[in-house]
T-cell receptor, first 115, second 112 residues
Framework: DAGVIQSPRHEVTEMGQEVTLRCKPI?????LFWYRQTMMRGLELLIY????????DSGMPEDRFSAKMPNASFSTLKIQPSEPRDSAVYFC?????????????FGPGTRLTVT | KQEVTQIPAALSVPEGENLVLNCSFT??????LQWFRQDPGKGLTSLLL?????REQTSGRLNASLDKSSGRSTLYIAASQPGDSATYLC???????????FGKGTRLSVIA
């Protein structure tokens, strides 16, 4: 398996523009997580899905952020409109729902810069 | 609310030394704990996962221990090498297949 795939790897955009980040989880994994990493706050959960259904979105900063998972192999995180404080590395992770370990596998991340 | 702390924030050691990284968590009722490695500009690589019923896990030169009752875990690296230089993150899972709560990491530099 190729692992968790994220695109784009880097995104530079101007304040006010819409940004869409994409994630393809590992095939067969039932859980998908979106995290954000900043120097100040470290890694924080934004939202997670189980079987394509959002379970907890309490970490989503505000209404400018939205996430979807239309099928088991694809998820998007959208920011509209983007602001400079959204600059961070966004990680997607997936995990299986079997075995009892629930080990999470992370993608390479998308480094977002909003100017 | 679960909080995870890692001390020290940064550590520099000469090659060949054995070293210990520390992780503490405020709520001892965890499901499991995971140690990750993150290289600059890269994603996270899982190193070891310890279930709450276990006391330690080993992989090569790495050994992770868990003392759930005291809310602590350590990652022991034997005979450190320059290639071990990275940020090491500790994360806990409170129950079942739920999100991880991360510490801010320890940035390790191993000097040749």
């Amino acid at each position: 398996d190729a692992g968790v795939i994220q695109s784009p790897r880097h995104e530079v955009t101007e304040m006010g523009q819409e940004v869409t980040l994409r994630c393809k989880p590992i095939s067969g994994h039932d859980y998908l997580f979106w995290y954000r990493q900043t120097m100040m706050r470290g890694l924080e959960l934004l939202i997670y899905f189980n079987n394509n259904v959002p379970i907890d979105d309490s970490g989503m900063p505000e209404d400018r952020f939205s996430a979807k998972m239309p099928n088991a192999s694809f998820s998007t995180l959208k920011i509209q409109p983007s602001e400079p404080r959204d600059s961070a590395v966004y990680f997607c992770a997936s995990s299986p729902n079997s075995g009892g370990f629930y080990e999470q596998y992370f993608g390479p991340g998308t480094r977002l810069t909003v100017t | 609310k679960q909080e995870v702390t890692q001390i020290p924030a940064a550590l520099s050691v000469p090659e060949g030394e054995n070293l210990v990284l520390n992780c503490s968590f405020t709520d001892s009722a965890i499901y499991n704990l995971q140690w990750f490695r993150q290289d600059p500009g890269k994603g996270l690589t899982s190193l070891l996962l310890i279930q709450s019923s276990q006391r330690e896990q080993t992989s090569g030169r790495l050994n992770a221990s868990l003392d759930k009752s005291s809310g602590r875990s350590t990652l022991y690296i034997a005979a450190s090498q320059p290639g071990d230089s990275a940020t090491y993150l500790c994360a806990v899972r409170n129950s079942g297949n739920t999100p991880l709560v991360f510490g801010k990491g320890t940035r390790l530099s191993v000097i040749a």
